[in-house]
């Protein structure tokens, strides 16, 4: 759908009264059912129980303004459960990655041997720092 017909679409349904709105959505799954080529992407869990509870209301014959608020704080409930949940991913990825590059450091690096030095002892001696008076020996 490009752009201005979904502008088109959303300042027409601003307009229309809440319990017509009803009817919109009533129309639009018909046609979806019919003549949809692809079935639309399914909603995550919370998502469906808020349109499970919207379509319960609308077949008990609740007041369009009793489903319009309920809906609303449901939303606002499912907006802040997602973003508790999208914080938690967050924080698990933190941790993930705290934990591998602890991981990467923890782990020795490999141990190279140091040479001993060249000549025997006579040279070893010889880079010892000398105390004064010691060379008169």
Not at 18 to 33: N, P
Not at 91 to 115: D, Q
Not at 123 to 135: A, C, D, K, R
Request: aromatic share 2%; hydrophobic share 40%.
């Amino acid at each position: 759908m490009n752009d201005i017909l979904r502008d088109r679409l959303l300042r027409k349904l601003d307009l229309m009264p809440d319990d017509k709105l009803d009817q919109v959505l009533d129309y639009i799954e018909f046609l979806d059912s019919k003549y949809a080529p692809r079935n639309a992407p399914t909603p995550n869990p919370l998502t469906r129980f808020a349109e499970g509870v919207e379509s319960t209301l609308r077949a008990g014959k609740v007041s369009a303004s009793a489903i319009s608020g309920t809906m609303s704080i449901m939303n606002r409930a499912v907006g802040a459960i997602n973003e508790v949940a999208a914080a938690g991913k967050s924080v698990a990825s933190g941790i993930m990655g705290a934990a591998t590059g602890t991981a990467e450091a923890a782990s020795p690096e490999p141990v190279h041997p140091v040479a001993p030095p060249r000549g025997g002892p006579h040279e070893l001696g010889s880079q010892l720092p000398h105390t004064p008076g010691e060379e008169a020996k």
